[in-house]
């Protein structure tokens, strides 16, 4: 079975503390995703890489980093937290084959709350 | 931009009827599509997925329908259990390699099935 792990279930951070969010996956995925998800506002992409120390911007990459050291870790970093980052963070993975390249795997979420 | 919309927030089911949840988008270079579905708690797992040269999947009570030329798609559970009730998430890619896989996500939704 897949397994994606995240470093911790619920956070709660003061404004402008840095935080880092740890992910680790153990079937030797090539891709990997953080999302975060707010009500009606559905899952949206944050950051990706595919491949150890290549990162891409998603959608909403602003006040946020990633690091990614090692293939089974991905890292995501808020350099400042801020009231608006609360929220519901998740991280995926997946395989880099074309028969199986969509299909992302979700760790359990992270509940961040910075106040 | 929402490019993956899913304009019903929630939806009310008895078990045992069909339920229908629906998406659409608007990204015409989007080429496959799948349905994830979370549990409170818990991360999204995926359910099932369609590609763009067919009209319909099947899994067992779930079938997947799209229209192309309507830029929409459906999920269908039938017949509907009470454990089916969680967030369901439409999300689609465009093919090719150097999107890795990315998925843009739906906004979800709510799928309640009553005993």
């Known amino acids: 079975d897949v397994k994606v792990t995240q470093s911790s279930r619920y956070l709660v951070k003061r404004t402008g503390e840095k935080v880092f969010l740890e992910c680790v996956q153990d079937?030797?995925?090539?891709?990997m995703f953080w999302y975060r998800q707010d009500p009606g506002l559905g899952l949206r992409l944050i950051y990706f890489?595919?491949?150890?120390?290549?990162?891409e911007k998603g959608d909403i990459p602003e006040g946020y980093s990633v690091s990614r050291e090692k293939k089974e870790r991905f890292s995501l970093i808020l350099e400042s937290a801020s009231t608006n980052q609360t929220s519901m963070y998740l991280c995926?993975?997946?395989?880099?084959?074309?028969?199986?390249?969509?299909?992302?795997?979700f760790g359990p979420g992270t509940r961040l709350t910075v106040t | 931009d929402q490019q993956v919309k899913q304009n019903s927030p929630s939806l009310s089911v008895q078990e045992g009827r069909i339920s229908i949840l629906n998406c659409d988008y608007t990204?015409?270079?989007?080429?496959?599509f799948l349905w994830y579905k979370k549990y409170p708690a818990e991360g999204p797992t995926f359910l099932i997925s369609?590609?763009?040269?067919?009209d319909k999947n099947e899994d067992g009570r779930f079938t997947v329908f799209l229209n192309k030329s309507a830029k929409h798609l459906s999920l269908h559970i039938v017949p509907s259990q009470p454990g089916d009730s969680a967030v369901y998430f439409c999300?689609?890619?465009?093919?090719?390699?150097?999107?890795?896989?990315?998925?843009?996500f739906g906004q979800g939704t709510i799928l309640t099935v009553h005993p």
């Open positions: 995926a993975s997946s395989w880099s084959g074309r028969a199986r390249l969509y299909e992302q795997y």
């Open positions: 079937m030797d995925h090539e891709n």
């Open positions: 890489s595919y491949d150890v120390k290549m990162k």
């Open positions: 990204n015409s270079m989007f080429d496959y």
């Open positions: 369609i590609s763009s040269i067919k």
């Open positions: 999300a689609a890619t465009k093919g090719g390699g150097t999107s890795y896989g990315k998925l843009t």
